[in-house]
């Protein structure tokens, strides 16, 4: 197979679990130099254990994202590993939690951590590292969106309009940095099984059979199905691909206020009809 991703340098912010630990090891396979950037000093280490036990190559930077320094850090690392290169920025880390049962019973302290979580650390880390990728003129940053970007979702309204912020720098920035022949889209994910949403706590004992009256395609996503579609975004396949979000999502997104019948027999946007 040919390793479409060869002699590029990658940077994957919480690249260890869940959604960024398909990405690392997905990038990886593809032939590029992973660093890997975590919280979880353990869980970095043993993905990076498993992606050079595979043939690949990897780095490690243990620290927490939404630290300033810790982003210095991880442009020092990459540039060190990439010898003064980097093709490909990842911004992976995101988080629904904290989360409140309502907007107004939500705290200043809530929004505030949310926008750490889900929007602030995108921005430090792209400025940080396009500097690197305009002086090379070439370059592909991923962010990691979500369906709720586009969709609502009572109980996360902060959540959704943080995500929904990525999205809107992802197509802005596009519109700035193509002169430099760098590209910039995202995903958005929609029911991945990860430590964060386990298949397992989101059915929560039901009928796994039943998922298809929501869910077109009737599954979770595994990791390694939204590490795909960034190693596409990655590629030089997408070459002419810049500004968009890609939901990746088993058709939810699609889908969104239609439910199969419990008969089987086809659709409906009344949900309590049988
Ligand atoms: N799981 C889903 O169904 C889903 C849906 C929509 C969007 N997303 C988005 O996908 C991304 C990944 O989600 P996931 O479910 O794989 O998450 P996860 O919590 O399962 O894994 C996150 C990884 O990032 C690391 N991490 C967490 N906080 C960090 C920090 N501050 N600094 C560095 N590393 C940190 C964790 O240790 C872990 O390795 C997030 O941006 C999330 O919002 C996920």
Known sequence: MTQRLAGRIAVVTGGALGIGGGISR???AAGATVVVNDVDEEAAAATAGEITAAGGACGTLVGDI??????????????????GRVDILVNNVGDFRPAARTFLRSTEAQWQALY?????????????LLPVMVEQRSGT??????????????????????????????RSLAVEVGQYRIRV??????LADTPQTPAAAMLRGRD??????????????????????????ASDDSRFVTGHTIPVDGGTLAAS???????????????NET
């Not at 939404?66 to 010898?83: F, H, I, M, S, T």
């Not at 077109?216 to 596409?232: N, T």
């Open 141 to 170: 940053v991923i962010n990691n969106s979500t369906v709720e970007a586009f969709r609502g979702i009572p109980g996360h309204a902060v959540y959704s309009a943080y995500n929904a912020g990525v999205s809107a720098f992802t």
């Open 208 to 233: 796994p059979a039943l998922l298809r009256t929501w869910l077109p395609l009737g599954r979770f996503g595994a990791p390694d199905d939204y590490a795909a579609v960034v190693e596409f975004l």
């Open 66 to 83: 939404r630290e300033p320094k810790v982003v210095e850090a991880l442009r020092d690392r990459a540039l060190a590993v990439g010898d």
């Open 26 to 28: 997905r990038l990886a």
């Open 185 to 190: 889209n995202a995903i958005a994910p929609d």
């Open 116 to 128: 750490e979580l889900n929007l602030l650390h995108v921005l430090r880390v792209t400025h940080a």
């Open 257 to 271: 206020g239609w439910y199969g019948r419990a008969d089987g027999k086809g659709w409906t946007n009344l949900p």
